[in-house]
């Protein structure tokens, strides 16, 4: 491995136009999102593959090389690509060891060197003589080792003194002798490496996000604060969030995320079931954020102070779940932003300020930021004041409201400035919207996303589903966290199908995505409707204090902890990239897979789609993929129960009432 000049590496227009040129072209380059103009993403530990088609014309042999950094180093590392004798397809592995910016480029350049061993094989087979060409070979050998660094001088001129006596034999013999010393693989590349590199052209610089795994395998429970307590009509704090923790880390959490914490405004406060207030009592929207008690940076004091939560974040920590929280960019009536800075908002012909609003709906507890007014500079650095603000309070995951209904160029700008000064940190992104835009919003910086999963119920539509989100391109850059449920939407699905309902969306979400969560109240099967053919949840915690009995009767929380065992024992469900649809005969069942790529941890797994009945099918295992040959047995980690499978064609059977799903292990 060598080190280039930072100046070696750098672009000019004299750079570009040689490249046009050049004789040499680099094309296709992996991975890369829009040619460039986004950074695809990876795990901090991951072995990403590089590669590029190298193309030139006539019969020269050309070299190519990997050079990378992490942004903000002046130095570039570089190494050799191998050719894979497919379509002059180049590729090289290099381990990503650090978190934030991985930059790289392609270099490529005629070798001289290998073509003059390819032109001797070639001419001494059709007996022509060679003598001149093999004094040119040794020739290039001698200026490499001019340039080369002492070891690698050091190895050259070895080679060249075993050569010197075998120079002046014309026998085939002799000649083959120093041909096969003078094409070692180790000293053609330190050759090839110091040897000036005629026609040398470069692709762009392109980038890598490398996170740390929480970006890509956790599992979220959404915690909603003042309903932790045991006091009707009385919030609860952070210390009653801290009692819960120990049930939540037994359910497998790694993620608590918070609703706002934030004072709430006063003016316009909803009520019950999102009704006008018509108390002081009612504790309001945690949407509805400002009031005289501050804004984005404070806490609201009847969930306690700024060193209570702190505290519920250390203990979170020692317990290794992370505490994210929720960055809404909207404000109430009565937030310090309306008065100090009233430039930052929307406003009607009469001057007062336009309430947020999605028509046929107004909401008259909140006030959108106008993020391209004239003072729009000082209002993104505020927003980033923000986010660094509860980043030095130890918070490294933000679940962001909204991001859609905002400009993409402010989440481009704020997450990136984020990421460099603290590389650790991870968004993400509560969009339901477009997927275009969902999916531009997860370009420009989101780590996570939220989906569609939600409304995806039968097999057509989560199998079109799968092929989206996890086997197109967008795996490059788009990583689905699967909610099965969130305060907003209680699904009819949920609505209708009683327990065995909750069992299956928890075991889809879990075993799809290797990022899924739940919103309270999902784990004790809550399922009430404020109307029929509403998705609220009747007397939604969103407007009211709630009070549970988190053991009651008939609660998954044992179901749920099972599955989050299984998926810390499985590595194969701890990522996404081997998630393979296989085929099943029933309408009814999904059967799908993952696996690590040495196959040393296989799993399948077979879900009945339908809450209300049985089914059973054939279904169809992959076995050439996964070596298998006659009889192997399979475990279903949820019952334990084993089976013993026959080639490829086998069967299941899934009762609701009983057990939903198979997640099965091959038994080696």
């Not at 120079?167 to 085939?172: A, L, R």
């Not at 046929?360 to 004041?385: Q, T, V």
């Not at 209680?490 to 979400?509: D, H, N, S, V």
């Not at 749920?560 to 065992?565: F, G």
């Amino acid at each position: 491995m060598t080190e280039l000049s930072k100046s070696s590496a750098s672009r000019s227009i004299d750079d570009e136009l040689r490249g046009l040129r050049s004789s040499i072209q680099i094309m296709n380059v992996s991975p890369v999102i829009d040619c460039g103009r986004f950074s695809a993403k990876r795990i901090l530990g991951d072995l990403v593959t590089v590669s590029a088609d190298v193309v030139r014309p006539g019969h020269d042999l050309v070299a190519a090389s990997l050079s990378w950094r992490m942004r903000g180093n002046d130095l570039w590392n570089s190494h050799e690509m191998e050719y894979s004798d497919d379509e002059d397809r180049w590729s090289a592995k290099v381990q990503l060891s650090q978190l934030g910016f991985f930059e790289f480029f392609v270099g490529a350049w005629n070798d001289s060197y290998s073509k003059k061993i390819q032109d001797i094989d070639r001419w001494q087979a059709a007996g022509e003589d060679i003598t001149s060409d093999v004094a040119e070979l040794i020739k290039l050998a001698t200026i490499a080792a001019v340039n080369a660094s002492p070891d690698e001088r050091s190895l050259i001129e070895s080679r060249l003194f075993e050569v010197e006596n075998i120079v002046d034999s014309v026998s085939e013999n002799g000649v083959n002798s120093l041909i096969k010393k003078l094409s070692e693989r180790t000293l053609v590349s330190i050759i090839r490496r110091n040897l000036e590199k005629r026609d040398y052209v470069a692709s762009r610089v392109f980038s890598i996000v490398v996170d740390r795994s929480a970006a890509i395998y956790s599992a979220w429970y959404e915690m909603f604060h003042r309903s932790q307590g045991s006091l009707e009509g009385k919030s609860a704090t952070f210390k009653d969030c801290e009692n819960r923790l120990e049930d939540i880390k037994k359910m497998g959490f790694d993620v608590i995320y918070l609703p706002p914490i934030h004072p709430i405004g006063y003016t316009n406060r909803r009520g019950p079931n999102n009704t006008k207030s018509e108390s002081q009592s009612d504790p309001g929207s945690p949407w509805a954020i400002g009031s005289d008690l501050g804004g984005h940076d404070t806490v609201n004091p009847d969930l306690g102070s700024m060193k209570d939560f702190l505290r519920l974040v250390s203990k979170s920590r020692e317990m290794e779940m992370d505490v994210a929280l929720d960055l809404a960019f909207q404000v109430s009536p009565d937030h310090p932003y309306v008065k100090e800075h009233p430039e930052w908002f929307y406003h009607r012909k009469d001057g007062t300020i336009k309430f947020a609003e999605n028509p046929p709906k107004k909401y008259y507890d909140i006030y959108p930021l106008n993020f391209e007014s004239k003072d729009w500079n000082s209002l993104w650095e505020e927003l980033r004041r923000v986010v660094e603000f509860w980043i030095e309070k130890g918070i490294k995951i933000f679940r962001v409201d909204n991001p859609h209904t905002k400009p993409f160029s402010f989440w481009e700008w704020s997450i990136s400035k984020a990421r460099s000064e603290y590389p650790d940190v991870i968004f993400l992104a509560e969009a339901f919207t477009r997927p275009n835009a969902m999916k531009l919003l997860a370009k420009v910086g989101f780590d996570q996303s939220y989906t569609y999963f939600t409304w995806k119920n039968t097999k057509y539509e989560l199998t079109q589903f799968i092929k989206e989100f996890f086997l197109s391109d967008v795996v490059e850059y788009y990583r689905p966290n699967l909610f099965a449920n969130t305060p907003d939407i209680l699904p009819e699905y949920l609505q209708t199908g009683g327990r065995p309902a909750f069992k299956i969306r928890a075991m889809l979400a879990a075993t799809l995505s290797s990022s899924y969560g739940i919103y309270n109240g999902f784990e004790l099967c809550e399922n009430i409707p404020l109307i029929k053919g509403s998705e609220e949840y009747l007397n939604s915690e969103k407007y009211q204090y709630v009070v549970r009995d988190w053991n009651e009767a008939g609660n998954i929380k044992d179901y749920i902890s099972k599955i989050n065992r299984i998926r810390r024992e499985n590595p194969a469900l701890q990522c996404n990239s081997s998630l393979r649809l296989l085929e099943c005969d029933e309408e009814q069942i999904l059967f799908y897979g993952k696996w690590t790529e040495d196959l040393t941890n296989v799993i399948l797994m077979a879900v009945n789609l339908d809450p209300f009945s049985a089914h059973d099918g054939i279904v169809t295992v992959p076995v050439r993929d996964l070596g298998l040959h006659g009889s192997y047995t399979v475990r279903d980690l949820i019952t334990e129960r084993e089976f013993v499978w026959h080639g490829d064609k086998n069967y299941v059977r899934l009762d609701p009432k009983i057990e939903p799903a198979h997640i099965l292990l091959l038994q080696k």
